[in-house]
């Protein structure tokens, strides 16, 4: 049985094409269904669905052989030990710094960040030459700006939508983001033979969509 660990919403969304390119297709609809373990259409195969930050960790400790999770969960995990071979190429955006649109250039000056990936903005701020002070957040990153908790905040953006309706703007790129599966590494070894034939049928349907 190989275990996939995945999160509801638009990873799990978009995985699905390559996951059904596979021969695995849920049984019950995960937008309806309250079960977290899913069985598919491949019954050596389920689906384990739980929170995006904790793919890596489910990963790492053997609870699932694979998972599908975005480079920045995976980088703000510390992720040193798990494979990554793949990039899915799904669930694309950017990781950016933002600031309200009058407010001065963030460079030059200590500044205060909120933000959720607290060692990906503090790696980010240091190689930048800036002092950072980091805030943690669980979400609402777009308000601490507004009331002064911040000067900026480090988030994921998709349209950018969100940060005008609030008047922010984007100002630095940190990293292109999208979806990578990455692999339990006893279980490379223990469950070489079906791990490499998935492998190898993502890959050949991401050949197809390149």
């Given amino acids: 049985m190989l275990t996939i660990a995945v999160s509801k919403g638009r990873i799990f969304e978009e995985a699905l094409p ?81 600031a309200h649109k009058n407010a001065p250039p963030l460079s030059g000056r200590r500044l205060r960040v909120a933000t959720k990936y607290v060692k990906i903005a503090q790696r980010y701020f240091a190689n930048q030459g800036i002092q950072a002070e980091i805030i943690k957040l669980y979400g609402s990153m777009e308000l601490a700006p507004l009331v002064g908790l911040a000067d900026c905040i480090v988030d994921l953006v998709e349209t950018g939508n969100t940060l005008k309706a609030n008047d922010l703007e984007p100002r630095d790129l940190i990293m292109h983001i999208s979806s990578r599966l990455v692999v339990n590494k006893a279980a490379m070894k223990m469950k070489n033979r079906a791990i490499a034939e998935l492998l190898n049928q993502f890959e050949a349907t991401l050949a197809t969509q390149g």
């Fill in 18 to 98: 390559l996951l059904e390119a596979a021969g695995i297709t849920p049984v019950d609809d995960p937008k309806t269904c309250r079960k977290l373990i899913l069985r598919t259409t491949r019954e050596d195969v389920q689906l384990v669905i739980i929170r995006a930050t904790d793919v890596p960790t489910f990963v790492e400790y053997g609870a699932a052989d694979l998972g599908i999770a975005g480079k920045d969960v995976l980088l703000e995990h510390g992720a040193e030990s798990l494979y990554e071979p793949l990039d899915l190429n799904i669930a694309r955006c950017r990781l950016m710094t933002a």
